[in-house]
C-alpha cells in the first residue's frame, strides 16, 4: 500500500520560508518521480515543482522558480520543498505525488493528505 506523508506546514510571515517533506512508502522510491502541487481556497489545483527519479530533471511553475528548491533523498524515501521568500499568494494546501513519469505526476494515482501553508502579511 503506497503512502504519502507531508509535513513542514504552518504560519510564516511574508518574507519567511518553510521546507516541506513528503516521506513515501509501500513503494520503491527511486523509480518514481516526485511533485509537489498546492490548492488555494477556491481555485483549481495547481502545479508546483518535480524532479526526476535521479533528480537530474528539477521543474518549476514560474511563480515559484528563484524561491522554492525541489530536492530529493532517494535512502530516506523522502522529498522535499523548501520554500524561500513566501508571500500571500503561497498560501495553500500542499500535496505530493509520486508517478513513474515526471510528465503525468498530475495524474498519478498516488497523493498525499497535504500540509497546510499560510503566509500572513
Known amino acids: 500500500q503506497v503512502q504519502l506523508v507531508e509535513s513542514g506546514g504552518g504560519v510564516v510571515q511574508a518574507g519567511g520560508s518553510l521546507r516541506l517533506s513528503c516521506a513515501a512508502s509501500g513503494l520503491t522510491f527511486s523509480q518514481y518521480a516526485m511533485g509537489w502541487f498546492r490548492q488555494a481556497p477556491s481555485k483549481e489545483r495547481e502545479f508546483v515543482a518535480a524532479v526526476s527519479r535521479n533528480s537530474l530533471i528539477r521543474n518549476y511553475v514560474d511563480t515559484v522558480q528563484g524561491r522554492f528548491t525541489i530536492s530529493r533523498d532517494n535512502a530516506k524515501n523522502t522529498a522535499y520543498l523548501q520554500m524561500n521568500s513566501l508571500h500571500p499568494n503561497d498560501t495553500a494546501v500542499y500535496y505530493c505525488?509520486?508517478?513513474?513519469?515526471?510528465?503525468?505526476?498530475?495524474?498519478?494515482?498516488?497523493w498525499g493528505q497535504g500540509t497546510q501553508v499560510t503566509v500572513s502579511s
Open positions: 505525488a509520486a508517478d513513474h513519469s515526471i510528465a503525468t505526476l498530475g495524474l498519478s494515482d498516488y
